[in-house]
């Protein structure tokens, strides 16, 4: 027997998939998560997974997981005490940023958070022009007098991002070099070595974060590693990037930052491979769990990255997967606020105490409390019936915090909070659909997490979607996708060059640099030269504009792919801003490399099914359900997925309960079970 585990680790919940290669049976489970420390609910969720299913750790062959640990300590501020090295004149960097307010008429907005100690930027005589050239020599004994001051201040990471190192990190290297020679303890990040590329203060924002979280994660994983070891699974574990691929331990302390949105990505790279099984290449994800709501466009089969995103305000300059996350959870409270309005979020009541009906100790009433009353949840038990709920703790969490505060009887509050939280989603899809210009009529709705099922067809009906999948383990798709995903590295150069045939030469050697340097990562992962690609694009604009385009090209540089992608950016260009100018002299300014290394995946063959449109199952029971913007309850049919087969038929009002989540097909849409066991359902035209 050998063994795939995946793991994806919620605010609320943490999830496992379990593929036996053998006999190609994937399970599933879900455990409370602990966010006091995560590598608890996964170790808990590890020794159950051995006992139940009698697997010998040492058959167990590939371990991965996502985790929130970077995302949590940047949320919360609990990160290593930092310090900045930069050249003379430039420590106020981070303070000053881009010179523009987010919110120029809120007088009482908040600037981010600082990830630096207090007083710890530290300035150094040394300078390397534009060209790469060096004007000024680095002065090491300053250096060094720094180095004896992070010392005595007790810094735990230091971040070095000198001026355009990106293109010369001599200093950068020797900085690094020289403070680790005096303070070996010290975790250090250089920026040429995460962020070789231009933009000065999107380069230090990063360096910083990730400096930041260095020490955490370094903690965290080589703590995971030793309790993996300690049950005698014999595999190094591999950690989720935010670009849907995997790493290492070892990558994974290197570059942290890279792990920032590692949960939601995983979840990504699933719903991508449920897709294909539905025939499908465009779609918009829906990840709804208990603490947020993550949405993702997927087109031609891919999903979009972001070469940068602001993280708890600050700028992170690397490879993420393009996705918008809100505050709306299952465990996310509801209140009214002082002018009397209903909302709900962003805060989550998360694992502990989690929503009033997990009978735990949560008081306030949350989205999950809201479905209860609504009936579209099972009022006794969940998770398979493994885990009680009081209806009575929900109402009463409802009518004291928001009856009380209102006019509204209980059923309008807790259709109310339904209403309000899926708007919430519901802004947060057009922002990755309508307003970048795509017809979401045109993609299915993809749902998935804990509580994305439960949301998802009146979501869709509000964004005139006609179509949503529901995978056959939604609540768990992530830890799915984790075994889904590959190794890949990023890489990146920056040297401006216009786009010509006379840039060849030096265009070339950089794609060629980047490969080789592509190979080696692929090398340390032990990737077989046959599971190799490598992906090429170039980041251009027309001259004197200040932002570019990234646009793929098909092999490193020749006369024919530098015309094919020169005509491909004014296309771009056109279809993003309503025109080109082929007469425009074309810049390129960024150089990207994705090497990628294909590892072993499950196999999910087929149901087979003995005939079609066979009799339903008997129903669990027939319960009353008040539907979002209905004024009568409707007797509701619940059915047990688990008996459900392929060519089953279900028109709704339907519930289907299992596991790790709980769908629900509103009256008006019909559901149809395919040769995966996923649920395709289709809002019926009237």
Request: glycine fraction near 8%.
């Amino acid at each position: 027997m050998r063994y795939m585990i995946g793991v994806d680790v919620g605010g609320t919940f943490t999830d496992f998939s379990v593929f036996d290669s053998t006999t190609k049976k994937l399970t599933h489970y879900k455990r409370s998560s602990t966010p006091e420390d995560p590598s608890l609910a996964i170790m808990e969720g590890m020794y159950q997974i051995l006992e139940e299913q009698d697997i010998r750790p040492e058959d167990v062959f590939y371990l991965a997981h996502g985790t929130t640990v970077a995302t949590n300590a940047l949320i919360q501020g609990r990160g290593a005490k930092t310090a900045l090295v930069t050249t003379k004149g430039f420590k106020d960097l981070m303070e000053i940023g881009w010179q523009r307010r987010p919110s120029l008429y809120d007088l009482h907005k908040q600037k981010p958070q600082s990830m630096l100690a207090l007083g710890q930027r530290y300035e150094v005589n040394e300078r390397i022009r534009h060209d790469g050239s060096v004007k000024l020599p680095l002065d090491e004994e300053e250096v060094r007098s720094i180095a004896q001051a992070l010392k005595r201040a007790r810094v735990e990471s230091v971040a070095v991002c000198t001026l355009f190192s990106f293109l010369n990190p001599v200093h950068e290297r020797r900085i690094k070099e020289i403070i680790l020679e005096e303070c070996p303890e010290v975790y250090v990040t250089a920026s040429h070595e995460l962020i070789p590329e231009f933009r000065e203060y999107s380069r230090m924002s990063t360096t910083v974060l990730n400096a930041f979280l260095g020490p955490v994660m370094k903690q965290y994983v080589r703590n995971f590693e030793h309790k993996v070891s300690a049950v005698g699974i014999q595999v190094a574990p591999y950690v989720t990037q935010s670009n849907g691929s995997i790493i290492s331990i070892s990558e994974t302390i290197d570059c942290p930052i890279k792990t920032a949105v590692s949960g939601p990505s995983a979840g990504v790279i699933g719903a991508i491979y449920i897709g294909k099984q539905c025939e499908t290449e465009q779609l918009i994800t829906f990840d709804m769990g208990g603490t947020s709501a993550d949405v993702c466009l997927i087109d031609n089969g891919e999903a979009k990255l972001s070469n940068e995103r602001l993280i708890e305000g600050h700028p992170v300059r690397i490879p993420m997967i393009d996705i918008i996350t809100v505050g709306a959870g299952g465990g996310s409270i509801a209140f009214i606020d002082s002018g009397g309005a209903l909302k709900v979020g962003p805060i989550s009541a998360g694992a502990r105490p989690g929503p009033a009906c997990y009978m735990l100790g949560g008081e306030d009433p949350t989205v999950t409390d809201a479905n209860l009353i609504l009936g579209k949840l099972n009022p006794r038990r969940i998770l398979g019936g493994t885990m009680d709920v009081d209806r009575g703790l929900a109402e009463a969490a409802i009518r004291d915090k928001i009856c009380a505060n209102s006019s509204l009887t209980i059923n309008e509050a807790a259709n109310g909070i339904i209403s309000v939280v899926n708007s919430n989603m519901v802004r947060a899809i057009r922002l990755i659909s309508v307003e970048r210009g795509y017809d979401v009529r045109t993609f299915p709705l993809m749902a998935f997490g804990g509580a994305g099922p439960l949301h998802a067809c009146e979501v869709a009906e509000e964004m005139g979607i006609s179509s949503v999948i529901f995978p056959s383990a939604p609540g768990t798709l992530c830890s799915l996708g984790v075994l889904m995903a590959d190794t890949r590295f990023d890489l990146v150069r920056s040297r401006i060059l216009e786009a010509v045939p006379e840039s060849l030469p030096e265009l070339q050697a950089i794609f060629q640099e980047l490969i080789a340097e592509g190979s080696q990562l692929l090398d340390g992962e032990g990737i077989a030269q046959v599971d190799r690609t490598f992906l090429l694009s170039v980041d251009c604009r027309y001259l004197r504009q200040n932002y570019e385009i990234n646009i793929p090209i098909s092999a490193v540089p020749s006369e024919s792919v530098l015309s094919k992608m020169c005509a491909d950016f004014h296309d771009r260009h056109n279809s993003l801003y309503g025109y080109s100018d082929e007469e425009k002299p074309i810049q390129m300014v960024n150089y990207r490399v994705s090497a990628i290394g294909a590892v072993e995946k499950p196999e999910l063959t087929e149901v087979v099914s003995e005939a079609e449109n066979r009799e339903l199952p008997s129903t669990k029971e027939v319960r009353d359900v008040l539907f979002c913007h209905a004024k009568e309850w409707l007797p509701t049919p619940i059915y047990d997925r688990s008996a459900l087969l392929p060519g089953h038929v279900l028109v709704g009002p339907v519930i289907i309960e299992q596991m790790d989540s709980t769908v629900v097909v509103p009256p008006g849409w019909e559901a149809v079970v395919d040769a995966h066991l996923n649920i395709r359902t289709n809002r019926k035209r009237v």
